[in-house]
C-alpha cells in the first residue's frame, strides 16, 4: 500500500528552526510536494522535489532522499504567522498525489 | 500566477437537498480538475478527477451517484452532492492543472464548507 508519514504535531518558539520530516513509501515516484495550509484555507504551495538534495527558498528549505523515502521541510526565523499544518504529499507512478496527514505545528512567542 | 476560484465559499443546508459546488479556473484553461474532501484534522482525501469532456474518474469508496461531477468546459468544474446527509459536512478542495508545462503543477481553490444539518 501506499503511505505517508509525518508526526502529527510539533512546537516551536518565534524565531528559532523548526524541521518536520516526512517518510513515504508509494507505487512510483514522480516529485515530493510540501503545502502549508491554515485553518479553513485550501493549502498553498511551498515546494517541490524531484532529485535528491536541498532546495532552498527564502525561510523555507525542503530536502528530499528517494532511496530513503525520507523528505524534510525546514523552516527558519520562525515567525508567528508560520503556526499552520504542513502537508507533505507525494506524486506517485500516475501523477496523483497521494497526501500525508499533516503536521500542525504551534509557534510560541 | 494561477487562480483558481470555488463558489459559494460556505453552504448550510438541510439533509434531503442537494447541494452544487463550483470550481472555475481564472486565468488559465484546466484539462484535469480534482475534487477532495477534508475532515477536521485530517488530510486531503482525492474523491475524483475530473478531465473536461469525460466522465470523471472516482476514488475507490466514493459514490459516483451521489457525488455528480460536470467538468463542462476548460474553465469550470461542478460538484453536486445529491440527497446530502450530516455526514457529508466537510471541507470541499477542488484543484486545477494546466494542459502543457509540467505535470506537478496543480492550483488550489479556497475551499467550499458544506454544513447539512
Known amino acids: 500500500g501506499q503511505n505517508i508519514d509525518q508526526p502529527t504535531e510539533m512546537t516551536a518558539t518565534e524565531g528559532a528552526i523548526v524541521q518536520i520530516n516526512c517518510t513515504y513509501q508509494?507505487?512510483?515516484?514522480?516529485?515530493l510536494f510540501w503545502y502549508q495550509q491554515h485553518a479553513g484555507e485550501a493549502p498553498t504551495f511551498l515546494s517541490y522535489n524531484v532529485l535528491d538534495g536541498l532546495e532552498e527558498k527564502g525561510r523555507f528549505s525542503s530536502f528530499l532522499s528517494r532511496s530513503k523515502g525520507y523528505s524534510y521541510l525546514l523552516l527558519k526565523e520562525l515567525q508567528m504567522k508560520d503556526s499552520a499544518s504542513y502537508l507533505c504529499a507525494v506524486m506517485d507512478s500516475n501523477y496523483q498525489l497521494i497526501w500525508g496527514a499533516g503536521t500542525k505545528l504551534i509557534i510560541k512567542p | 500566477g494561477a487562480v483558481v476560484s470555488q463558489h459559494p465559499s460556505w453552504v448550510i443546508c438541510k439533509s434531503g437537498t442537494s447541494v452544487k459546488i463550483e470550481c472555475r479556473s481564472l486565468?488559465?484553461?484546466?484539462?484535469?480538475m480534482f475534487w477532495y474532501r477534508q475532515f477536521p484534522k485530517q488530510s486531503l482525501m482525492l474523491m475524483a478527477t475530473s478531465n473536461e469532456g469525460s466522465k470523471a474518474t472516482y476514488e475507490q469508496g466514493v459514490e459516483k451517484d451521489k457525488f455528480l461531477i460536470n467538468h463542462a468546459s476548460l474553465t469550470l468544474s461542478t460538484l453536486t452532492v445529491t440527497s446530502a446527509h450530516p455526514e457529508d459536512s466537510s471541507f470541499y478542495i477542488c484543484?486545477?492543472?494546466?494542459?502543457?508545462?509540467?505535470?506537478?503543477?496543480?492550483?488550489f481553490g479556497p475551499g467550499t464548507r458544506l454544513t447539512v444539518t
Open positions: 484543484s486545477a492543472r494546466p494542459p502543457g508545462g509540467d505535470s506537478y503543477e496543480q492550483y
Open positions: 486565468d488559465f484553461q484546466a484539462t484535469t
Open positions: 508509494t507505487s512510483g515516484f514522480n516529485g
